[in-house]
């Protein structure tokens, strides 16, 4: 099933830190079950994915009730061992497990419906190393990586990263040209065309079956790239 979120991965090298954990995380895949109310429908997003180095799963469901209803039915389910986090107009329930897993729940809606979305997580039993997110993929310097994707469960492995730099659009698009053609990749000719002035510009390479798209947006601290990996 194609996950919603902004990310995907693999490309200049996804590197030692995610081709290991990768190995050592197989077991990961034996996930506890995360009860839902008798009435909702739901979806899985991914079966097994690795959230900036972390292994996760991810689901999601919608039910006609409302997010308080749903959050007690939480609290029912799992006692005093929920941790509740207010956010804007999300709620966003947290339960360890004794198994080592830490489950949030996400919850939205209205006073007739709501969306979840459930994410669950293998709690490492070690710090992972600070340099790990995004190691593998070229970037400017003082570039920031939000966040570092790869889902384990699709055939290539695909790879999504968001980051944020202080250069334009156009500056990082000449980055990534010159970056990928390095690397023996060709510009698709469906990559948009952009200018100094451009909010937003699209670039897509090709290096046989190897597919990367980058897109760079102007946002209010900066300019937002969001890489996808194939």
Known sequence: ??????????????GALLSTAAAQQAHALDWPEVPVPDQASGEIVSEHMLYNGIAMRASRFRLDQSPKQVEQFYRKEWGNAVVTTPMGNKTVLGHMTKSGYYITVELSGDANRTQGQIGVMEVPKKDLPADGIGKGFGRLPDTQVAEDIVYMDTPRHVRTLSMLNRYTPLQNQQYYARYYAGQGYARDGSSSACTANSPHCVSRFTRQDDRVTVTSSRGHTGTVIVAVVE
Do not use: F, I, W, Y
């Open 1 to 14: 099933m194609s996950p919603r979120v902004s990310h995907r991965l693999l490309a200049g090298g996804l």
